[in-house]
Protein backbone atom coordinates (compact mmCIF):
# COMPACT_ATOMS: atom_id res chain seq x y z
CA UNK A 1 0.00 0.00 0.00
CA UNK A 2 2.82 2.35 0.77
CA UNK A 3 4.21 1.40 -2.49
CA UNK A 4 1.42 2.59 -4.51
CA UNK A 5 0.78 5.92 -2.65
CA UNK A 6 4.88 6.62 -3.14
CA UNK A 7 4.82 5.55 -6.71
CA UNK A 8 1.24 7.78 -7.45
CA UNK A 9 2.99 10.98 -6.14
CA UNK A 10 5.88 9.84 -8.54
CA UNK A 11 4.05 9.81 -11.31
CA UNK A 12 1.67 12.80 -10.51
CA UNK A 13 5.09 15.04 -9.71
CA UNK A 14 6.22 13.63 -12.56
CA UNK A 15 4.05 14.52 -15.45
CA UNK A 16 3.28 18.05 -13.59
CA UNK A 17 6.69 18.98 -13.64
CA UNK A 18 6.37 17.76 -16.76
CA UNK A 19 3.49 19.36 -17.91
CA UNK A 20 5.42 22.87 -16.19
CA UNK A 21 8.19 22.71 -18.36
CA UNK A 22 6.23 22.21 -21.49
CA UNK A 23 4.47 25.44 -20.91
CA UNK A 24 7.78 27.09 -20.65
CA UNK A 25 9.11 25.54 -23.84
CA UNK A 26 9.88 28.40 -26.67
CA UNK A 27 7.94 26.49 -29.57
CA UNK A 28 5.54 23.73 -29.53
CA UNK A 29 7.16 21.42 -32.14
CA UNK A 30 11.12 22.41 -31.48
CA UNK A 31 10.59 22.89 -28.09
CA UNK A 32 13.85 24.09 -26.66
CA UNK A 33 16.64 22.62 -29.04
CA UNK A 34 17.66 25.70 -30.18
CA UNK A 35 18.86 26.87 -26.25
CA UNK A 36 20.24 22.92 -25.84
CA UNK A 37 22.28 23.49 -28.52
CA UNK A 38 24.10 26.32 -27.45
CA UNK A 39 23.98 25.88 -23.72
CA UNK A 40 23.96 22.21 -23.37
CA UNK A 41 20.87 22.53 -20.75
CA UNK A 42 17.26 23.55 -20.70
CA UNK A 43 16.81 27.32 -19.82
CA UNK A 44 16.31 28.39 -16.33
CA UNK A 45 13.95 30.25 -14.82
CA UNK A 46 14.91 34.29 -15.56
CA UNK A 47 16.62 33.33 -18.79
CA UNK A 48 16.53 36.80 -21.41
CA UNK A 49 13.91 36.45 -22.88
CA UNK A 50 15.74 38.01 -26.02
CA UNK A 51 18.56 35.31 -26.17
CA UNK A 52 16.10 32.53 -25.96
CA UNK A 53 13.29 33.59 -28.90
CA UNK A 54 16.47 34.97 -31.73
CA UNK A 55 18.44 31.95 -30.79
CA UNK A 56 14.93 29.62 -31.47
CA UNK A 57 14.31 31.92 -34.63
CA UNK A 58 18.35 31.52 -35.97
CA UNK A 59 18.15 27.97 -35.04
CA UNK A 60 14.77 27.33 -37.10
CA UNK A 61 15.90 29.43 -40.23
CA UNK A 62 18.99 27.02 -40.73
CA UNK A 63 17.15 23.92 -40.20
CA UNK A 64 14.37 25.20 -42.62
CA UNK A 65 17.49 26.49 -45.57
CA UNK A 66 18.49 22.98 -45.36
CA UNK A 67 15.58 21.17 -46.11
CA UNK A 68 15.57 19.47 -49.58
CA UNK A 69 12.79 21.65 -51.69
CA UNK A 70 13.05 19.49 -55.06
CA UNK A 71 9.29 19.12 -54.18
CA UNK A 72 8.89 23.21 -54.91
CA UNK A 73 8.28 24.57 -58.24
CA UNK A 74 10.66 27.66 -59.65
CA UNK A 75 8.52 30.40 -58.32
CA UNK A 76 7.30 29.01 -54.66
CA UNK A 77 11.23 27.70 -54.21
CA UNK A 78 12.21 31.79 -54.44
CA UNK A 79 9.58 32.65 -52.54
CA UNK A 80 10.23 30.46 -49.77
CA UNK A 81 13.91 31.98 -49.24
CA UNK A 82 12.93 35.30 -49.99
CA UNK A 83 10.64 35.31 -46.54
CA UNK A 84 13.66 33.16 -44.96
CA UNK A 85 15.74 36.30 -45.56
CA UNK A 86 13.08 38.37 -44.36
CA UNK A 87 12.86 35.63 -41.15
CA UNK A 88 16.21 36.62 -40.66
CA UNK A 89 15.98 40.22 -40.99
CA UNK A 90 13.46 39.71 -38.48
CA UNK A 91 15.11 38.15 -36.06
CA UNK A 92 18.23 40.64 -35.78
CA UNK A 93 16.10 43.99 -35.41
CA UNK A 94 14.48 41.42 -32.36
CA UNK A 95 11.43 43.11 -31.62
CA UNK A 96 9.05 40.78 -30.44
CA UNK A 97 5.38 40.46 -28.90
CA UNK A 98 5.25 39.94 -24.59
CA UNK A 99 2.08 38.16 -23.72
CA UNK A 100 0.69 40.33 -21.19
CA UNK A 101 -2.32 37.83 -20.71
CA UNK A 102 -1.27 34.67 -19.54
CA UNK A 103 1.70 35.61 -16.76
CA UNK A 104 1.81 32.00 -15.45
CA UNK A 105 2.84 30.45 -19.33
CA UNK A 106 4.45 30.98 -22.58
CA UNK A 107 1.76 31.76 -25.51
CA UNK A 108 2.23 32.50 -29.00
CA UNK A 109 1.28 35.99 -29.49
CA UNK A 110 0.58 36.85 -33.07
CA UNK A 111 0.38 40.83 -32.29
CA UNK A 112 0.70 42.54 -28.89
CA UNK A 113 -0.80 45.53 -27.22
CA UNK A 114 2.14 47.79 -28.54
CA UNK A 115 1.82 46.74 -32.08
CA UNK A 116 4.74 44.39 -32.30
CA UNK A 117 4.08 41.71 -34.39
CA UNK A 118 5.19 37.66 -33.83
CA UNK A 119 7.79 36.42 -36.29
CA UNK A 120 4.92 34.08 -38.77
CA UNK A 121 3.02 37.64 -38.30
CA UNK A 122 5.84 39.63 -39.95
CA UNK A 123 6.36 37.02 -42.88
CA UNK A 124 2.74 37.51 -43.55
CA UNK A 125 3.04 41.00 -42.95
CA UNK A 126 5.30 41.93 -45.01
CA UNK A 127 4.76 39.41 -48.10
CA UNK A 128 0.43 40.06 -48.11
CA UNK A 129 0.24 43.45 -46.12
CA UNK A 130 -0.66 44.40 -42.33
CA UNK A 131 -4.51 44.37 -43.20
CA UNK A 132 -4.13 40.53 -43.29
CA UNK A 133 -1.90 40.30 -40.28
CA UNK A 134 -4.65 41.79 -37.99
CA UNK A 135 -7.49 39.96 -39.07
CA UNK A 136 -5.57 36.72 -38.38
CA UNK A 137 -4.36 38.65 -34.90
CA UNK A 138 -8.38 39.25 -34.12
CA UNK A 139 -9.09 35.97 -34.53
CA UNK A 140 -6.19 33.68 -33.08
CA UNK A 141 -4.13 36.26 -31.20
CA UNK A 142 -2.60 33.88 -28.85
CA UNK A 143 -3.35 30.49 -30.46
CA UNK A 144 -1.04 28.02 -31.97
CA UNK A 145 -0.66 27.86 -35.39
CA UNK A 146 -1.69 24.45 -36.20
CA UNK A 147 -4.53 24.94 -33.78
CA UNK A 148 -5.70 27.95 -36.15
CA UNK A 149 -7.24 26.19 -39.36
CA UNK A 150 -7.37 29.53 -41.30
CA UNK A 151 -7.31 28.72 -44.92
CA UNK A 152 -5.70 32.35 -45.49
CA UNK A 153 -2.39 30.72 -43.52
CA UNK A 154 -2.67 27.39 -45.62
CA UNK A 155 -2.63 29.66 -48.59
CA UNK A 156 -0.19 31.70 -48.02
CA UNK A 157 1.89 28.99 -46.84
CA UNK A 158 1.56 26.92 -49.47
CA UNK A 159 2.08 30.01 -52.05
CA UNK A 160 5.31 30.68 -50.38
CA UNK A 161 6.94 27.38 -50.41
CA UNK A 162 6.25 26.14 -46.46
CA UNK A 163 4.86 23.62 -44.67
CA UNK A 164 2.05 24.16 -42.04
CA UNK A 165 4.65 22.80 -39.41
CA UNK A 166 7.46 24.40 -40.78
CA UNK A 167 5.02 27.86 -40.18
CA UNK A 168 3.79 26.19 -36.47
CA UNK A 169 8.67 25.54 -36.29
CA UNK A 170 9.18 29.27 -36.36
CA UNK A 171 6.24 30.17 -34.35
CA UNK A 172 7.27 30.99 -31.04
CA UNK A 173 6.15 31.37 -27.66
CA UNK A 174 6.01 34.79 -25.55
CA UNK A 175 6.57 35.22 -21.72
CA UNK A 176 5.54 38.27 -20.00
CA UNK A 177 7.02 41.36 -20.02
CA UNK A 178 10.00 41.71 -17.97
CA UNK A 179 9.52 44.00 -14.59
CA UNK A 180 10.13 47.68 -14.89
CA UNK A 181 13.55 48.65 -13.95
CA UNK A 182 14.58 51.35 -12.46
CA UNK A 183 18.07 53.23 -12.57
CA UNK A 184 19.34 56.53 -10.77
CA UNK A 185 20.91 59.21 -12.46
CA UNK A 186 23.82 60.72 -10.47
CA UNK A 187 24.23 64.51 -10.35
CA UNK A 188 26.70 65.71 -12.85
CA UNK A 189 29.80 67.21 -11.73
CA UNK A 190 29.44 70.65 -13.81
CA UNK A 191 25.77 70.95 -12.11
CA UNK A 192 27.59 70.11 -8.52
CA UNK A 193 30.52 72.26 -8.51
CA UNK A 194 28.20 75.18 -9.88
CA UNK A 195 25.62 74.60 -7.15
CA UNK A 196 28.44 74.37 -4.48
CA UNK A 197 30.18 77.55 -5.46
CA UNK A 198 27.07 79.89 -5.95
CA UNK A 199 25.83 78.06 -2.74
CA UNK A 200 28.70 78.78 -0.85
CA UNK A 201 28.68 82.71 -1.52
CA UNK A 202 24.73 83.10 -1.51
CA UNK A 203 25.07 81.91 2.46
CA UNK A 204 27.64 84.27 3.21
CA UNK A 205 25.92 87.08 1.95
CA UNK A 206 23.03 85.53 3.87
CA UNK A 207 24.50 85.60 7.16
CA UNK A 208 25.66 89.27 6.16
CA UNK A 209 22.18 90.24 5.41
CA UNK A 210 20.63 88.80 8.53
CA UNK A 211 23.70 90.19 10.86
CA UNK A 212 23.38 93.75 9.72
CA UNK A 213 26.88 93.75 9.02
CA UNK A 214 26.13 95.68 5.92
CA UNK A 215 25.01 98.97 7.10
CA UNK A 216 25.24 101.46 4.79
CA UNK A 217 27.18 98.80 2.56
CA UNK A 218 24.61 98.61 0.05
CA UNK A 219 26.98 96.56 -2.71
CA UNK A 220 26.87 93.15 -1.33
CA UNK A 221 22.96 93.22 -0.82
CA UNK A 222 23.18 93.87 -4.94
CA UNK A 223 25.06 91.04 -5.59
CA UNK A 224 22.75 88.87 -3.96
CA UNK A 225 20.26 89.49 -5.51
CA UNK A 226 22.49 88.57 -8.79
CA UNK A 227 23.82 85.30 -7.14
CA UNK A 228 19.95 84.87 -5.48
CA UNK A 229 18.19 85.10 -9.11
CA UNK A 230 20.91 83.25 -10.88
CA UNK A 231 20.91 80.31 -7.75
CA UNK A 232 17.00 80.20 -8.54
CA UNK A 233 17.25 80.07 -11.83
CA UNK A 234 20.18 77.41 -11.89
CA UNK A 235 17.55 75.48 -9.68
CA UNK A 236 14.49 75.63 -11.34
CA UNK A 237 16.18 74.88 -14.94
CA UNK A 238 17.67 71.68 -13.86
CA UNK A 239 14.59 69.91 -11.92
CA UNK A 240 14.00 66.90 -14.10
CA UNK A 241 10.69 64.25 -14.59
CA UNK A 242 11.33 60.73 -14.06
CA UNK A 243 12.20 59.48 -17.92
CA UNK A 244 10.64 56.41 -19.60
CA UNK A 245 12.12 54.29 -22.15
CA UNK A 246 10.16 51.04 -23.32
CA UNK A 247 12.29 48.36 -24.40
CA UNK A 248 12.58 45.24 -26.36
CA UNK A 249 9.43 42.27 -25.49
CA UNK A 250 7.46 44.89 -23.54
CA UNK A 251 9.99 45.91 -20.89
CA UNK A 252 10.18 49.30 -19.22
CA UNK A 253 13.40 51.24 -17.80
CA UNK A 254 12.53 54.55 -15.86
CA UNK A 255 15.32 56.93 -14.92
CA UNK A 256 15.02 58.78 -11.49
CA UNK A 257 16.90 61.83 -11.23
CA UNK A 258 16.37 62.32 -7.09
CA UNK A 259 19.50 63.57 -6.36
CA UNK A 260 19.71 65.95 -8.70
CA UNK A 261 16.13 67.01 -8.20
CA UNK A 262 17.07 67.64 -4.11
CA UNK A 263 19.72 69.18 -5.23
CA UNK A 264 17.90 71.53 -7.29
CA UNK A 265 15.25 72.32 -5.00
CA UNK A 266 18.09 73.27 -2.28
CA UNK A 267 19.25 75.78 -4.92
CA UNK A 268 15.62 77.06 -5.08
CA UNK A 269 15.15 77.66 -1.50
CA UNK A 270 18.95 79.02 -1.14
CA UNK A 271 18.42 81.43 -3.94
CA UNK A 272 14.77 82.38 -2.91
CA UNK A 273 16.12 83.27 0.52
CA UNK A 274 19.14 84.91 -0.81
CA UNK A 275 16.74 87.48 -2.72
CA UNK A 276 14.54 88.05 -0.33
CA UNK A 277 17.45 89.03 2.62
CA UNK A 278 19.34 91.40 0.47
CA UNK A 279 15.88 92.88 -0.85
CA UNK A 280 15.04 93.43 2.65
CA UNK A 281 18.67 94.79 3.71
CA UNK A 282 18.58 97.21 1.05
CA UNK A 283 15.13 98.03 2.06
CA UNK A 284 16.39 98.96 5.71
CA UNK A 285 19.51 100.97 4.58
CA UNK A 286 17.01 103.30 2.37
CA UNK A 287 15.10 103.84 5.50
CA UNK A 288 18.09 104.41 7.63
CA UNK A 289 19.78 106.81 5.22
CA UNK A 290 16.71 109.08 4.81
CA UNK A 291 16.89 108.50 9.39
CA UNK A 292 20.93 109.73 8.61
CA UNK A 293 19.65 113.32 8.26
CA UNK A 294 17.17 115.53 10.43
CA UNK A 295 15.73 119.04 8.91
CA UNK A 296 13.79 121.83 11.50
CA UNK A 297 12.28 124.86 10.87
CA UNK A 298 12.33 127.04 14.11
CA UNK A 299 11.75 130.82 15.20
CA UNK A 300 14.20 133.15 17.52
CA UNK A 301 13.65 136.91 18.64
CA UNK A 302 16.48 138.96 16.36
CA UNK A 303 18.04 142.56 17.46
CA UNK A 304 14.66 144.65 16.33
CA UNK A 305 12.88 142.69 19.01
CA UNK A 306 10.84 140.96 16.04
CA UNK A 307 11.03 137.23 15.14
CA UNK A 308 12.97 135.60 12.63
CA UNK A 309 12.88 131.86 11.02
CA UNK A 310 15.72 129.71 10.90
CA UNK A 311 16.17 125.95 9.67
CA UNK A 312 18.53 123.65 11.07
CA UNK A 313 20.13 120.23 9.08
CA UNK A 314 21.55 117.79 11.32
CA UNK A 315 23.35 114.91 9.90
CA UNK A 316 24.27 111.70 11.87
CA UNK A 317 27.40 110.28 10.91
Known amino acids: MKNLIFYT ?8 SIAQ ?8 ILHDESYIAVY ?3 PENGANEQVRIQ ?3 SYVEQLLRSVNTMNLNKDQHAKRFYVLDLLHKYWVAGNFPSNRDYPGERKPCFIDADGNICAVGYLV ?3 KGRELAEAINTKYKYEFLLDMKEPAIEEWANEFGLTLEECAMIQPTYGPPPPAQTSYADIKTSYGISSGIIGGSNIAINVANFSNRLKYK ?9 TGTGQLIMGIASVKSTSFQPVINGGETYTSYKAQNNLSY ?3 AMGTTTIISSALNLAMQKKNKEKRNAY ?12 SMGLSITRKI
Not at 218 to 226: E, F, K, Q, R
Open 218 to 226: PALSYIGLV
Open 296 to 307: GLYSYPNYTNTV
Open 9 to 16: CFLFFYFN
Open 266 to 268: ANI
Open 21 to 28: QKLQEVNA
Open 125 to 127: EQT
Open 55 to 57: LHL
Open 40 to 42: DRL
